[in-house]
């Protein structure tokens, strides 16, 4: 601020000169010498008392004058304990006793004093005379260390500094007269355990100027932010206030004086150690340096100024120039239940070297990071005339915040990110608002005094029109307001002349803009109750009644505004509407001229309540949580004023409350509440050391480092635990199941059990006394009646130490039938859990066992990750490793669908194995299996007994797999455990591993890879093209190939005449394998868009399934969608025929994903290795390549194998070629292809009946040895030029093939028959 005509202003945009500091002039009026030297002054009114050293109380005239009153001793002022004693007891035991400090209390009317033996009292004239015959004081009977005093006016609360560090609160008994105790201001030695008996005497105590916070500070140094009934929001006595970044302690700032500054943003200090270490040659650079000034700037919540906020979800904290919201962007903000972590109230953060205004916001939202504020900064040109911010309020959606300066007001939308504000500056600056503002819908409302008429009015404006006194709706009110509130459609005002009115408010749509009018509806004297009207911290209009019972009879009254909570100093008072005279019906009249029912005498409801919160929703699901009452207690913590319901609209029991009051701690300051979510929102204090960007000299002159760089972060907490638990300790178990199945769809509320029984159990486990009535077994039988009962008391247990765990069991069962209900339940994560409890409070063996049937249990249901730990976990018990028991998992692995999971950690070229694998075929182990987690411990330890305790299980669970031909699951059990497949196969061959029903294995094959069946081209039995002449060249190859085969004993006439019923041929194949394809179809619509761009209606097939089965797979696959698209984008430059497209086509659709190709082939792999012979062959079948089933003869051929083996094979391929006849005519041009060897195999077979004509072969001759037909129609299909043929097979067949080098017409027709099929 500059004075007026300083040329500092000049130049400023919009200066006002009116609106710059007077100039002050000081000068000395007169000089009392009062004959002792001063040891406190105070203002009183139109006096000022002095009080002097020599015992004396002198009562002076502001103008010198002391208007002959005499000078008071406090010898002769009578102390007793309260008023109503006898006046006998007097404070002079002896002489020298004096006040050492004293403070005015205008609502109590009187003094706080501490006097100089650290006794404390309150003295109070008995009447208007201020003489020693009219003094009266009382003692505070436990305090003798006093050293100052600070009184909260509006509070009416004298908070004393103690010598032992402590702040003493008291308050005066209203009916006695007595000091009463209210709370103490203390640090303890939980949060402080270095400092707490340390901080030296209370050196000064300050209340902000809205009475909200006190400052206290100690002799020894150090600031703490306490709120009105104690709870404490910051101390600079621990954390980084207390320490440097190094680790390095730091001394507490020493504080010799302090005050707020306006409106509470400031708190001006001045250092207590700067005089004496501020060297005194400095130069005139360093002046403001040696003062060591300080200044603290705080935002706080806008209910400390304008509690009508409190039933609102939406948090808004305001600083002198800005506002602060959680609600983020306004323009994705579309409800009020949408936000989560709200926070308010009174909160530092200290102005460093970098927080100039303009930098302020951009460092919060730099350090929260995605928890940042939503900051609004406050339009300039109102803030010039109108500084600080004396109120702010948002409305219900968040999307609109209004503001209130010294004048006026403005407002801003979140959502158009624009201020509005008066056009005509002279109607802002002649209106001062009075008692708050609020929302209502789309309308401001705020009461305000008319500077111009001097008359108090209630005012209405549009937030869509422009800000102008034309378009407000104002009313004119008799008194002062001093609060405002508003509640569906009313407004509440609270005056001075101590009444309450109720306005109702009402939407008019006139003409271009809507208007709001204003009908008064009813008055209430408060004048008998209220002593002083600056004393009412809050108004509010309520729902909320006693009678629930009216709920039940008349539930539309539900929603009416039922009572006036008031909070008087803190104390609680509520008034009822009085329904027990005669009930005005609602439909007799117009509700704004109905008679209003009067209110019944006030009742107080609580003590020391800092903040209300209410809701005027309705939801009949959580009807608990929105009609109870939530207060803020300060130190005290919070409490709930719930209601209770009967269960079922039963009649509730006559000796049952209809409400009950439940305190209950929490660890945040309470700033918001959550109805429906059951969470409490605040906020704490966070800092930011910069300390090292300092040198230690600079950081001495720089006094602002020795403090870190503060922000505010957001919390929140759960309360739901602490009702339930109250309610069961009052014996209402019934009302808390009726509340916690409300809330059982909260994602939270497993978490609210497990914290109800861990602090339960915590408690009592703990105690040192026997507890008469235990709550754990009550606990523990209501967390029962919920499904997550079992993880609930294992987590709890899990996280609590093991000296505790007897105990808890005691209460909700044994351990061991706890886990057996876990596995009957499936849940085998919390068994997991479970298991490790028993293993520690039960004998090895017992672990061993529930370990095995867990064991079992996620093998079966492909738990690998599950598994590992069991496997950890038993080798454990058996090598004595108990101290270390095994995680339990946290995350489930995926499933046996999602593949094998090894592939990552290593690739397979088939090709090359191709090639080596018969030419040095044996039936040791040629390939390692990749080893899992545990994969190392299958070769060390082995004759162990432990490792063949879990080999057998193993073993039985792999043959178990392979009997029920589940190769996939079997695959993945193999990969993710790390299990030796190739050697337990070799084991296995002539056993398990043998495959008895050749088409029952390949139809399950079929189904667990989501492999389609093989389809017959329609082109290959007559083609529509062409007018029906054109013979295509797969068509005359087929008849031509199969010339012997009873596939050709079918009439195939090209002619038109017979598309008909190669249609409904076609139609009967499909129906008969209907069944197993429709496992990966989901209908016809995604085929249609899924071939779309190759060309509509490229299949002239009946078969909707298959198709639908192809579409659907491929779609699974990556490489396949990039085929696709590949072909779509060069469809325009491909010159294909009709039937090639119809043959790519059909070549796709004929194929599975490109995983279960992959997966295919490496069991293929696998069974090679291991000697598995037969399964190759049913892989290769699947996988329709004929080099697959050439290199299993060729080894059959090349190696000693047993006949049984080849005779299976045999009898396994002829069950295959009868069973394509009849259901699968799809396979018969693959066998076809396969056929000269399965003649070979005939006569291996044949040969081994006679041993003696068996003549081994030479490995080395085995590929000239096999079929030159089919090596060649393998060689021409790679050598074909149709595109079509590249997308076929996989690359290792392809490079095989490449090999070759004859080839010739036939064949070349053939190599694109086996290309189209395969």
């Not at 497993?750 to 009535?773: G, K, N, Q, W």
């Not at 007018?1027 to 596939?1047: C, I, M, P």
């Not at 060729?1194 to 194998?1201: F, L």
């Not at 097979?1289 to 395969?1318: I, L, P």
């Amino acid at each position: 601020m500059y004075v007026r005509g300083s040329p500092h202003l000049k130049g400023t945009p919009h200066y006002k000169e009116e609106q710059c500091a007077p100039s002050l002039n000081l000068e000395m009026k007169k000089v009392l010498d009062l004959q002792a030297s001063i040891t406190s002054l105070q203002s009183m009114l139109e006096d000022l008392l002095v009080a002097t050293a020599d015992g004396f109380l002198h009562l002076i005239h502001w103008d010198g004058m002391t208007n002959g009153r005499k000078a008071i001793n406090l010898c002769t002022v009578p102390f007793s304990v309260d008023l109503q004693s006898s006046r006998a007891g007097s404070l002079m035991g002896f002489e020298d006793v004096y006040i050492r400090d004293m403070e005015y209390c205008a609502t109590l009317d009187g003094f706080a004093v501490v006097f100089n033996d650290g006794r404390v009292g309150f003295i109070t004239p008995m009447s208007s005379r201020f003489t020693a015959e009219q003094l009266h004081g009382v003692w505070a009977q436990d305090v003798v260390d006093g050293t100052c005093v600070a009184v909260n006016n509006k509070y009416r609360l004298m908070a004393f500094g103690c010598a032992n560090g402590s702040v003493q609160v008291y308050t005066i008994d209203t009916t006695t007269g007595a000091m009463q105790f209210s709370h103490k201001l203390e640090l303890t030695p939980k949060q402080y355990p270095d400092i707490w008996n340390k901080t030296g005497p209370v050196k000064l105590i300050r209340w902000s100027p809205d009475s909200c916070v006190v400052m206290v500070t100690w002799e020894c140094g150090g600031l703490s932010l306490w709120s009105v009934f104690g709870a404490q929001l910051i101390c600079t006595l621990g954390g980084d206030f207390a320490y440097q970044s190094d680790g390095a302690k730091k001394d507490p700032l020493k504080i010799r004086s302090m005050t707020w500054g306006s409106e509470g943003y400031h708190l001006w200090v001045i250092d207590g150690s700067s005089s004496s270490n501020m060297k005194p040659e400095r130069n005139a650079n360093n002046e403001a340096q040696q003062f060591g000034i300080l200044q603290f700037q705080f935002i706080k919540s806008a209910l400390t100024v304008n509690p009508c906020m409190s039933n609102q979800e939406q948090v808004l904290l305001q600083g002198e120039d800005r506002l602060y919201l959680n609600c983020g962007d306004a323009a994705q903000t579309q409800s009020p239940r949408n936000t989560l972590a709200h926070s308010e109230h009174n909160h530092t953060r200290e102005r460093g070297p970098f927080s100039d205004g303009s930098l302020d916001s951009q460092g919060l939202s730099t350090l929260l990071g995605h928890r940042h504020w939503h900051v609004v900064q406050i339009h300039s040109t109102y803030l010039e005339s109108n500084w600080p911010i004396r109120f702010s309020a948002i409305d219900k959606l968040g999307q609109n915040v209004a503001v209130v300066g010294k004048f006026g007001f403005a407002h801003y939308s979140l959502l158009t990110k624009k201020w509005k504000l008066f056009g005509n500056i002279t109607q802002e600056q002649t209106m001062m608002v009075t008692g708050g503002l609020a929302w209502w819908n789309d309308f401001i409302v705020l009461a305000c005094y008319n500077l111009n008429d001097h008359q108090e009015e209630l005012r209405i404006y549009l937030r869509t029109s422009n800000l102008d006194n034309a378009f407000a709706h104002i009313t004119k009110v008799q008194a002062n307001t001093l609060l405002l509130s508003v509640f569906r459609d009313i407004v509440i005002l609270f005056r001075a002349d101590c009444s309450i009115c109720l306005y109702s408010i009402e939407r008019r749509s006139e003409g271009l803009n809507p208007t709001a009018s204003i009908q008064i509806l009813q008055e209430v004297s408060m004048s008998r109750y209220i002593p002083h009207p600056f004393l009412v911290v809050s108004v509010t209009l309520t729902s909320v009644r006693t009678e629930t019972g009216i709920t039940l009879k008349m539930p539309q009254q539900a929603c009416e505004a039922e009572s006036i909570m008031l909070n008087l100093a803190g104390q609680l008072i509520m008034l009822q509407r009085d329904r027990s005279g005669p009930q005005i019906r609602d439909k007799d009249n117009n509700p704004n001229q109905r008679k209003h029912l009067p209110f019944c005498a006030p009742v107080v409801l609580a003590q020391s309540v800092e903040n209300v919160w209410t809701t005027c929703r309705i939801n009949k699901q959580k009807r608990h949580l929105l009609e109870a009452l939530w207060l803020s207690c300060g130190g005290a913590g919070m409490k709930v004023w719930l209601p209770l319901f009967p269960r079922d609209h039963r009649k509730p029991h006559s000796f049952l409350s209809r409400r009950i009051m439940l305190p209950f701690h929490i660890n945040i300051y309470p700033l918001a509440v959550l109805f429906e979510d059951a969470l409490v929102l605040g906020a704490v204090n966070d800092t930011v050391l910069y300390d090292c960007l300092y040198t230690q000299t600079s950081a001495r002159e720089h006094l602002e480092v020795l403090f870190p760089f503060s922000i505010v972060e957001r919390t929140s907490q759960i309360y739901l635990h602490h009702i339930l638990r109250q309610l069961l300790v009052r014996n209402l178990g019934e009302q808390a199941l009726l509340l916690a199945h409300s809330c059982a769809t909260l994602p939270y509320f497993p978490h609210v059990l497990e914290l109800m029984l861990h602090e339960v159990l915590e408690e009592e486990a703990t105690s040192r006394e026997p507890i008469p009535d235990p709550l754990l077994p009550t606990v523990a039988k209501f967390i029962t009646e919920f499904p997550l009962f079992l993880q609930t008391v294992v987590h709890c247990a899990r996280k609590t130490e093991y000296a505790l765990w007897n105990y808890l069991f005691a209460a909700v069962g044994n351990p061991k039938d706890l886990f057996e209900e876990c596995l009957m339940a499936q849940d085998l994560d919390t068994a997991a859990s479970y298991l490790i409890i028993l293993q520690n409070m039960e004998v090895p063996a017992v672990s061993r066992q529930h370990a095995t049937l867990l064991f079992n249990t996620a093998l079966e249901q492909g738990k690998w990750d599950l598994c590992r730990h069991m496997i950890r976990f038993l080798k454990a018990i058996g090598s004595g490793e108990t101290e270390t028991p095994p995680t339990t998992p946290t995350t489930q692995e995926p499933s046996s669908s999602s593949g094998f999971e090894f592939f990552r950690h290593r690739s397979i070229s088939l090709s090359q194995s191709a090639e080596n694998l018969h030419s040095k075929f044996n039936l040791t182990k040629t390939l390692s299996m990749p080893s899992g987690p545990s994969g190392k411990r299958w070769s060390k330890d082995s004759d162990c007994a432990e490792n063949m305790y879990i080999d057998m299980m193993l073993w039985r669970h792999a043959r178990r797999l392979l009997e029920e031909i589940k190769l996939k699951d079997l695959g993945c059990f193999a990969a993710q455990l790390g299990f030796e497949l190739i050697g337990w196969l070799c084991k296995e061959r002539a056993r398990a591993a043998r495959v008895e029903d050749f088409v029952c294995a390949l139809k399950k094959l079929h189904k667990d890879f989501l492999w389609p069946f093989p389809v017959i081209p329609a082109s290959s039995i007559n083609s529509p093209f062409k007018n029906g002449k054109y013979k295509t060249a797969v068509g005359e190859q087929l008849l031509k190939s199969q010339s012997t085969d009873t596939f050709v004993n079918m009439e195939m006439d090209t002619g038109i005449s017979n598309t008909p019923r190669s249609r409904s041929w076609l139609g009967t194949i499909s129906s008969s394998q209907r069944e197993i394809d429709t496992v990966s179809s989901h209908g016809p619509h995604m085929q249609d868009a899924f071939l779309s761009p190759l060309l509509s209606k490229v299949f002239l097939i009946g078969d909707e399934c298959s198709i639908g089965s192809a579409t659907d797979l491929t779609e699974t696959s990556s490489m396949v969608d990039g085929d696709w698209t590949m072909v779509d984008e060069n469809f325009s430059s491909l010159s294909l025929t009709q039937s090639e497209l119809e043959q790519l086509s059909l070549e796709l659709a004929s194929k599975g994903p490109h995983k279960s190709q992959v997966q295919l082939r490496y069991l293929l792999h696998i069974f090679m290795e291991a000697g598995c012979l037969d399964w190759c062959v049913v892989i290769g079948l699947i996988l329709r390549e004929s080099s697959v089933i050439n290199q299993v003869f060729s080894i059959m051929q090349s190696s000693d194998i047993d006949g049984e083996i080849c005779q299976n094979i045999k009898t396994g391929l002829d069950a295959v070629d009868k069973w394509a006849s009849t259901d699968c005519p799809g396979y018969k041009p693959f066998l076809s292809i396969i056929k000269p060897q399965i003649q070979k195999l005939n006569e291996i077979v044949e040969e081994q009946v006679q041993p003696e004509a068996f003549q081994p072969v030479n490995p080395s001759k085995v590929p000239e040895q096999a079929n030159p037909r089919a090596e060649e129609s393998r060689t021409s299909s790679s050598h074909g030029t149709n595109p079509q043929s590249d997308a076929g097979s996989s690359n290792a067949s392809r490079h095989e093939e490449d090999k070759a080098k004859t080839e010739d017409e036939d064949s070349f027709q053939e190599g694109s028959y086996d290309c189209v099929v395969s």
